[in-house]
C-alpha cells in the first residue's frame, strides 16, 4: 500500500469487464485517480486474463453517466470452486474520462 501513488477511495460500484468477446460482471470495491480494484466471479475459464492486459471496463456512476475505460490489468489472483472461479485484480485506467474523476471527488 505504501507504494501507491494515489489514496484509495471505498465504494461498490458494479462494473463489466470485456475481454476477447466474453463479458465478466463484478463490483468495484476501492478505486483512486489512476486505479481500481475489482472482483468478480464466472463459470468461464479466465486463461485470457494475464498482467499487461488491457480491457475494457465498463460501469454506470451514480449520476445515471455510463464510463467507459480502457485498463491495464497489474495483478491478477483467481480462485476455483465447484461452482467456478472467482477472481480480483488490480488495474491502471488509461486516460481516465473526466466524469470518472469528478465522481471521485464525491466519494469520502
Not at 489472483?77 to 485506467?93: A, D, L, Q
Amino acid at each position: 500500500m505504501d507504494n501507491r501513488r494515489c489514496k484509495r477511495k471505498i465504494d461498490n460500484l458494479e462494473a463489466e469487464i470485456v475481454t476477447d468477446e466474453i463479458c465478466y460482471s463484478g463490483i468495484i470495491l476501492n478505486l483512486s485517480e489512476n486505479g481500481l480494484y475489482m472482483v468478480t466471479a464466472t463459470k468461464y475459464s479466465v486463461d485470457d486474463i494475464k498482467p499487461s492486459k488491457v480491457l475494457k471496463m465498463k460501469c454506470r456512476l451514480p449520476s445515471g453517466d455510463l464510463l467507459n475505460m480502457n485498463c491495464e490489468v497489474k495483478w491478477f489472483r483467481t480462485k476455483n470452486s465447484p461452482y467456478g472461479v472467482t477472481f480480483s485484480m488490480g488495474m491502471e485506467i488509461i486516460d481516465p474520462p473526466v466524469q470518472y474523476r469528478e465522481f471521485l471527488k464525491t466519494l469520502q
